[in-house]
């Protein structure tokens, strides 16, 4: 495809997905700048970091290569459970600190305690710390676009991580999905995960065992992970991963409900 055509489709999903999740951004500049570099004719932005051995504070602006499952007592700012991390960034763990993550493309849990760490495509560098690490099949989605989804529109593709008592993220195809949990009358939270510090973007009492999403409640981001979560009257806490992606067409068509444990 030319470099401007590719242009187009970057700027194009940009602007079908408002406000831009965290993730979806970062990829959305690196893209940007590589379609901006070879129309100019200059290759020379378009590397990226591809080992553990760059150095810098933060994030490098380079694709997102692992995410973090469980994060206490870090002192970098920022850095907590769901956060995205790129080749390149420098993490201070801190002396009693604890931080779990996972790299997509190869599928390894690290777990570090202590020390500062350097984040890599496949693995950390560790310095005045410890790590242990474990390796997992796994299919690793990263953030993408089709460009082909009708009106020139995108479909989103999460990041599948790896951890199912973390992750069991559902797709749907509606911003205003229904919640179905096979019990009575509850409270229903819906808790945004990419930020910082997850929070609550809707909570109300729903009649069960199905509800819909009110139409009046803050509209749901296309791409944002969300996580459903049911207290019932009768039953214990049930809760799932969630996102909404338009162009999304299951096994029997569009996807409308969200189903939580039984």
């Known amino acids: 495809m030319p470099a401007s055509m590719v242009l187009a489709a970057v700027v ?16 959305f500049n690196s893209i940007l700048q590589d379609a901006t570099d070879a129309i100019s004719g200059n290759d020379s932005a378009s590397a990226s970091p591809s080992d553990a051995s760059n150095t810098g504070n933060g994030n490098t602006g380079a694709v997102n ?24 960034q420098q993490i201070d763990v801190g002396p009693q600190g604890t931080l779990k993550l996972t790299y997509f493309s190869s599928c390894t849990t690290e777990v570090i305690h202590g020390g500062t760490m350097i984040v890599g495509t496949i693995a950390s560098t560790i310095t005045g710390g410890t790590v242990e690490r474990a390796s997992t099949q796994c299919s690793a989605q990263e953030l993408a676009v089709d460009t082909s989804a009708t009106e ?5 593709k999460r990041v599948t991580p790896f951890d199912p008592a973390v992750w069991a993220e559902a797709t749907v195809s509606t911003r205003t999905p229904r919640f179905s949990w096979g019990g009575g009358d509850a409270t229903l939270r819906i808790i945004e995960l990419d930020a910082p510090q997850p929070r609550v973007a809707w909570q109300g009492h729903v009649k069960g065992p199905v509800s819909a999403y009110p139409k009046d409640a803050p509209p749901l981001t296309v791409g944002m992970p969300y996580r459903a979560e049911i207290d019932a009257s009768n039953g214990s806490p049930k809760s799932v991963v969630f996102s909404v992606d338009p162009g999304y067409v299951g096994s029997s068509g569009k996807v409308d409900t969200v189903s939580l444990p039984r």
């Open 152 to 156: 020139f529109g995108a479909s989103v």
């Open 65 to 88: 290569s692992a995410v973090v499952e469980e994060a206490e007592g870090i002192r970098t700012a920022g850095v907590a459970a769901f956060s995205y991390l790129s080749p390149g």
């Open 12 to 27: 194009a999903f940009a602007v079908t997905i408002d406000p831009v999740p965290a993730a979806a951004e970062d990829l």
